[in-house]
């Protein structure tokens, strides 16, 4: 009787978005598992931001650690040739029977390629194992960074890549008390004036390569207008005049109600 083929299992390993000492203790051993590294470039044989994390921790790139290429365009024939190469080498290593993990910056669950490589990896192999390591994410290592509270209690937050438009940043400026805008390279300049229109610049701040030795903040954003930002940066935006509509649940209509059974026994 043959033995049914034993697939390998895909690891997703959030390293966090450039500190290693960000990097979680499950992901630092994963990666010493003795699991063969994969790792995402831009272009064939161009250095990888989140080898670097890894690298920058200490750690080794074993020599027969694989890079998998996933071009930065928007042209769909390319990036469905490159995701069917990409699964195709995944899936070909897995078949040799070894564990693979996939190096993520940030966390592997949080516009990261892992999700649509494990997803079509999957289609491909149903029976191959799926494991998700999380991670900080930039948005979260940069609120640290840079001292500002995502949410207070019954506060709203929301994270939202900026190629959406002003228009939709400028609804959901409305909508939510704080905005991580990923993604902001292409933009800088539209957010910009429309965080000025709102008046919204001096509860605004910019931070770039959050975590590596390259990191960049700038509190000043009015000052980006007409400068080329890296592709690794966001925004964080808070609206503290925001009017918020009355909560039917929550810490706040709890307080209300306390407020009012302490007045009624007065």
Sequence with gaps: MTEPKRYGKLIGASLGPGDPELITRRAWRALQSGARWLYPVKKAEESSYALSIVERGGLAVPGDAVELVFPMTRDAE????????????TVALLAEGRDL??????????????????????????????????????????????????????????????????????????????????????????????????????????????????????????????????YLSLMLVQNPKRVRGELRRGCRKRKEAVDACATVDA
Aim: hydrophobic letters at 50%; proline letters at 4%.
């Design 78 to 89: 390319v990036l469905a040739k490159a995701w069917a190469r990409a699964a195709t080498q």
């Design 101 to 230: 993990v996939f190096l993520v910056e940030g966390d592997a669950s949080t516009f990261a390629t892992f999700g649509h490589l494990a997803r079509v990896v999957r289609e491909r192999v149903p029976e191959v194992e799926v494991e998700t390591i999380p991670g900080v994410s930039s948005f979260a290592a940069a609120a640290a960074t840079t001292g500002v509270t995502l949410a207070e209690e019954d506060e709203t937050f929301a994270i939202i890549p900026a190629a959406y438009g002003v228009e939709v940043i400028n609804h959901l400026l409305d909508e939510f008390d704080t905005l991580a805008l990923l993604k902001v390279k292409p933009l800088v300049d539209e957010v910009v004036d429309l965080l000025a229109q709102r008046d919204l610049l001096a509860t605004s701040v910019f931070i770039e390569k959050v975590g590596s030795p390259d990191e960049r903040i700038v509190r000043d954003v009015a000052s980006l207008k007409g400068t080329k930002v890296n």
